[in-house]
C-alpha cells in the first residue's frame, strides 16, 4: 500500500480524478482519498513510481509519497 500526499485535491471530482488516473494503470486497485488531509491511500501491484506519474499527469502533484 503506497501512502501519498496529493496537492491541489479539493472536491469530489479531484477524488473521482485521481482514483480513474490510477485505475487506467492497475483496474484492480484500490484507491481512497481524503480530501481534507490532502492524501491518497493506494493499494496496487503497478510500482509506485508509475502510480506517482499517472496521479501528476492528472494534474495533482505529488509531494510525498511511502
Known amino acids: 500500500m503506497y501512502q ?5 485535491m479539493t472536491c469530489g471530482h479531484c477524488a473521482a480524478t485521481v482514483t480513474r488516473a490510477v485505475k ?13 488531509g490532502k492524501t491518497v491511500a493506494v493499494n ?7 502510480v506517482r506519474s499517472v496521479i ?5 502533484p505529488v509531494t510525498k509519497a511511502g
Not at 496496487?44 to 508509475?50: D, K
Open 24 to 36: 487506467a494503470i492497475d483496474s484492480e486497485a484500490t484507491v481512497n482519498v481524503d480530501l481534507a
Open 4 to 8: 501519498l500526499e496529493v496537492q491541489n
Open 56 to 60: 501528476a499527469e492528472a494534474g495533482y
Open 44 to 50: 496496487s501491484s503497478a510500482p509506485l513510481e508509475v
